[in-house]
């Protein structure tokens, strides 16, 4: 009897004990920590258009052009980024450099709605060779225009500069308002000062405005370049010493379309700038003589059309490597 009890109590444990054992707490299985996104990016992109212009003046004597560039970026804090990065964009400038390279860095810091981005920008031109537009008689420049005055339109070899550059943007909703300030101890190379500030403002359509799956916005821009003189190097016989570049306003304002990483931007840019200064700024190696553009900075008489109206189209693709994990 004892012992049917005892076979009996410890068959009763073994039926219970499935029962028991599913009641006991499971230990969880251990969930790998969400890796933190890493600090390093690099956004990048290229664009082609049909002119491209710089501060009102085109740089590609109104013909097509491409760029690209690359910027690594480091965020210190989600609000603090250091950047440097590097551009290239094809030109037709009259000492014969064909490319402009552009290496710049600084920092960029948000707080709340404003951006806050400062830094240092240098403008490399190689492959330039002094450019002096006599031809071969002192009344003929090399474009093939006659010049009764003698005098032709002249460049450095090396117009490489730097800018210092700072920029607040601020926005509020759909719009973005930003102003632009940066200085050059020598613009172009020329020993003239340069200042530029601008003001910028920028609609950006919500998705609910979207046409279909294409984005877009509307942008504009007005600037004031101040310049201040040259060098000998552009001296003049009334100014031996080196010219008064004018200073100019400029402003453009366009329509942007956006699909995934691709912009379609469609601008008007112009410029207060007469087409004789334009000239004596320039040294456009295509410009036309006109009586009525001679000046003491501008003996020659020739006319530049670089600084007018003018369209621009411009197709580009920007993105990061965080975007495309």
Not at 74 to 88: C, E, F, M, P, R
Not at 132 to 151: V, Y
Not at 305 to 321: N, P
């Amino acid at each position: 009897m004892k012992k049917f009890a005892l076979s009996a109590t410890a068959a009763l444990a073994l039926l219970s004990a499935p029962a028991f054992a599913a009641d006991m707490p499971v230990k969880a299985a251990k969930v790998a920590p969400v890796a933190a996104p890493s600090p390093f990016d690099i956004a990048f992109g290229a664009a082609v258009m049909n002119d491209y212009v710089f501060r009102g003046i085109t740089q590609s004597n109104h013909k097509p052009s491409g760029a690209l560039y690359v910027e690594p970026r480091y965020n210190i804090t989600k609000d603090l980024q250091l950047y440097v990065g590097v551009s290239a964009e094809s030109i037709d400038f009259p000492n014969d450099a064909s490319a402009e390279i552009d290496f710049y860095g600084g920092a960029r810091l948000t707080a709340g709605p404003f951006v806050f981005d400062a830094g240092l920008w240098y403008y490399y031109y190689p492959g330039g060779t002094e450019f002096n537009g006599l031809g071969p008689s002192p009344a003929t420049c090399t474009n093939g225009f006659f010049t009764p005055t003698g005098f032709c339109n002249s460049m450095k070899g090396d117009v490489s500069f730097y800018e210092i550059y700072g920029k607040v943007t601020y926005t509020a909703g759909d719009f973005a308002f930003g102003i632009n300030e940066y200085y050059t101890p020598s613009y172009l190379n020329s020993g003239a000062w340069g200042d530029y500030a601008s003001v910028t403002a920028k609609y950006t359509a919500p998705a609910s405005m979207a046409i279909g799956q294409v984005g877009w916005y509307v942008s504009g821009e007005f600037g004031r370049q101040w310049l201040g003189t040259t060098d000998a190097f552009y001296g003049t016989p009334a100014f031996p010493g080196g010219i008064d570049y004018k200073d100019y306003n400029t402003w453009n304002i366009g329509l942007g379309l956006t699909w995934k990483v691709f912009t379609l931007d469609l601008r008007y840019s112009d410029t207060d700038l007469s087409k004789s200064d334009c000239n004596a700024f320039t040294g456009d190696h295509t410009a036309s003589f006109d009586p009525a553009a001679i000046s003491p900075i501008n003996p020659s008489g020739l006319s530049s059309k670089w600084c007018g109206a003018t369209f621009i189209a411009k197709l580009s693709a920007d993105l990061t490597f965080a975007n495309l994990k």
